[in-house]
């Protein structure tokens, strides 16, 4: 009877694992968009992972393309962490107050109480100048939501009124309320309320505060103030979650502004053989939030007091039995940008680099590339830098039927060949992909009326991948 039991287990799973590849990505992949079940891009920014029984939970803002304002916080699940199934809109605008119309909603973090059991979900709530800032929170006995909106989070009768804000539970089910500058707060047994500040503002800055823990010693990461424009994030360690905290330095390479993202969230993914820590970030793209802005999620490599991401990995895999993470091998037919297949419309620039990578580029907003092809997926590679723009892409079945698109953002602060899209898998067949420029780029200017963003509207390619 066992064995019976063992054999229904292990054929279950294979298939589960079957179905997850051969529906979706089989990999994690940083800074390209995600599609959920409905082929719609995946808005969940400024987000946390909840584990709950087999299954993972992600918590994060939606956004829109047209303004800044609350849009409201959206749920995905998922089993193996590469794609992720639209569940709800767990909380939504509200009809007034707080968290109304044309209020400000970010950084949502959900933790379970040990002692309610209930799913306890918090934001930073604001005005859209950014001048009623307080942390707020939400219940819910259901994790997927809905989650009912309670107001602020109060610490000695008052709102702590502050902007970045985070969350971290600890191994003994403490609570605690994590905020820019590195101020934290501990919260009650039942998590809607605080009832201790137990550390100090440790710096000026220090925004999207994230926190873990390894081997009993605190780890706190921060980044640079710069609106939406990414830096190079830093981290604290401690032995103590009271501190003293010490200055540890950058976690990615000097001038890779923590490969092109802002910290949110860092996941622990406990095995029989490792515990994995994945740093997940946010690649912001200003005012396209909702169709172009990315996720950059990486493995971190923690040794001691040394927390850091050494290299960047487009595509990383887990055994989420064993925790160990792996590089998949690339199995692609790759295109270079200079092959006959592509197809180039409008003025092209093809030039050579210094290391001798190929790139073509155009600012024509009438420029265009495509490339019919015969598989299942497809996705091409940029020379990200300071002056692109904007590029949508469409792929078109043989009768012409859109099967997918997206607007991509080929700008980055700091210039790095990578993937910038990659498309769901298809069912195998042959496509045509066209890549448009729009004429558009990412662009701002914030509150000290500093500008940001890019400075020309180019798009870019270095190669295709068809699988």
Not at 1 to 8: H, L
Not at 174 to 186: N, Q, S
Not at 226 to 249: A, F, V
Not at 309 to 329: A, M, R
Request: charged content about 20%; overall charge positive.
């Amino acid at each position: 009877m066992k064995k019976a039991v063992f054999w229904i287990v292990f054929f279950t799973n294979i298939m589960i694992s079957s179905a997850q590849k051969s529906g979706g990505m089989d990999a994690v992949y940083s800074g390209i968009p995600w599609f959920d079940q409905n082929g719609n891009i995946v808005s969940a920014h400024g987000a946390c992972i909840v584990k709950e029984k087999e299954t993972f939970y992600l918590f994060g803002e939606a956004h829109s393309d047209d303004s800044n304002a609350f849009a409201g916080f959206n749920c995905y699940s998922s089993r193996y962490l590469y794609n992720w199934k639209f569940e709800s809109v767990a909380l939504p605008v509200q009809k007034e107050g707080k968290l109304g119309p044309n209020r400000v909603g970010e950084r949502v973090k959900v933790m379970k109480c040990p002692k309610t059991a209930e799913y306890v979900m918090y934001m930073h709530a604001d005005s859209l100048t950014y001048k009623d800032q307080f942390v707020g929170y939400a219940v819910s006995k259901n994790i997927e939501g809905p989650y009912t909106f309670k107001g602020p989070l109060l610490f000695e009768g008052k709102p702590i009124k502050k902007w970045d804000m985070g969350t971290f539970q600890d191994d003994d089910g403490l609570g605690y309320i994590l905020i820019h500058g590195g101020e934290i707060y501990k919260l009650s047994d039942d998590y809607k309320s605080v009832t201790e500040k137990v550390n100090e503002s440790m710096t000026t800055g220090f925004e999207s505060p994230t926190m873990l823990k390894k081997d009993k010693l605190y780890y706190f990461i921060g980044s640079h103030l710069t609106s939406w424009e990414r830096n190079d994030n830093y981290y604290y360690t401690s032995n103590s979650i009271k501190g003293p905290w010490e200055s540890r330095g950058l976690i990615a390479p000097e001038g890779t502004l923590t490969w092109n993202s802002q910290s949110t969230f860092v996941l622990p993914v406990k095995g029989t053989k490792t515990t994995s820590y994945i740093f997940m970030g946010d690649r912001w793209s200003f005012p396209k939030q909702a169709s172009s802005a990315t996720y950059v999620w990486q493995p971190l490599t923690i040794s001691g007091t040394s927390l850091k991401i050494p290299e960047y990995q487009e595509s990383w895999q887990i055994d989420l039995q064993t925790g160990i993470v792996s590089v998949p091998k690339n199995a692609d037919k790759i295109l270079k940008n200079t092959d006959s297949k592509i197809k180039y419309s409008g003025n092209w620039n093809h030039v050579v680099k210094e290391n001798r990578m190929s790139e073509s580029k155009s600012d024509d907003k009438n420029a265009s590339f495509s490339v019919q092809f015969k598989g299942q997926q497809i996705g091409f590679s940029s020379l990200v830098g300071s002056e692109n723009g904007y590029a949508k892409v469409v792929i078109t079945d043989e009768k012409g039927k859109n099967v997918n698109s997206a607007i991509v953002d080929m700008y980055s602060k700091s210039a790095m060949e990578t993937t910038v899209y990659k498309s769901p898998v298809l069912k195998k067949d042959t496509y045509m992909l066209t890549v448009y420029g729009t004429g558009e780029r990412p662009n701002w200017s914030d509150k000290r009326k500093s500008n940001y963003g890019s400075t020309g509207n180019y798009i870019s390619i270095t190669q295709i991948a068809i699988r």
